[in-house]
């Protein structure tokens, strides 16, 4: 059994899972990683369709992004080409998410930093790391 962490990509940042569960292989923590979103998603399929579990192994590389429009049932309905787009700009959207929180948190270090030079108080951690 191999432990595998699945952490929450959302509209707010990252959330690290900070157990993991035992699984046997990757295969068994994919079918994990859908029943998760599947669950996570039911009755806000709109909103979090944007939304990536990110599997990592115990060394908590990550292994596999399960984006979660890919497991939307409600997009099972529309003809194929037009889930695709859907899940294509839920894609980007993850994309573009993540790219302004590394932006947020390139600022929070750069605050720090400026502070620290200063010799003024500083944010210490951001999301429980240290800067």
């Known amino acids: ?39 996570l998603m039911h009755c806000r399929e ?22 979660f429009a890919t497991v939307d049932p409600k997009l099972a309905e529309l003809p194929p080409t037009l889930r695709t787009r859907v899940e294509e700009l839920s894609a980007r959207t993850g994309a ?7 932006l947020r948190d390139t600022l929070h270090q750069l605050r ?3 502070a620290r030079s200063n010799r003024e108080p500083y944010l210490a951690a951001l999301d429980g790391t240290s800067l």
């Open 96 to 102: 573009m998410v993540d790219a302004i929180v590394d």
């Open 1 to 39: 059994m191999t432990t595998y962490y699945f952490n929450l990509k959302g509209h707010h940042g990252r959330y690290v899972d900070p157990l993991g569960t035992e699984l046997p292989d990757l295969a068994q923590a994919k079918d994990h990683a859908r029943q998760v979103a599947r669950e």
């Open 112 to 114: 720090g930093s400026l």
């Open 46 to 67: 709109l909103k979090t369709r944007s939304w990536r579990l990110e599997i990592c192994d115990a060394q908590r590389m990550p292994v596999f992004e399960l984006l």
